[in-house]
């Protein structure tokens, strides 16, 4: 192991850098997750928007005809691949869906 000595003001120094850059690590870490997490739909959204059962939309997942994301355990979906299915979704409705 090799063993480092630097003095007592630039290990403060060095340690108020770091502080400082978590700080705007965290800051900008906030930001991204707020603007992008709140665009995005879960599947409930989803379901509810194109008037169709989980079941569909895990049949629409597999068959990759929709764009998803999971983040922990949990799909979600851009708006924009939701609006894209909205003319086409009725060749997927099941007939649950319909009624």
């Not at 709140?38 to 068959?63: A, F, H, Y």
Request: hydrophobic share 35%; charged share 35%.
């Amino acid at each position: 192991m090799e063993i480092v000595i630097i003095e007592k003001k630039t290990f403060e120094a060095l340690l108020a850098e770091v502080a400082t850059l978590t700080g705007k690590v965290n800051v900008l870490t906030r930001k991204c997750s707020d603007r992008h997490m709140s665009k995005w739909l879960d599947g409930e959204d989803v379901c509810r928007m194109l008037r169709i059962s989980p079941r569909t939309l895990q049949t629409l997942r597999d068959n990759r005809i929709i764009g998803y994301s999971r983040f922990n355990r949990k799909f979600y979906y851009k708006p924009e691949e939701v609006s894209r299915l909205l003319p086409v979704i009725d060749n997927y409705r099941t007939e649950r869906d319909r009624t």
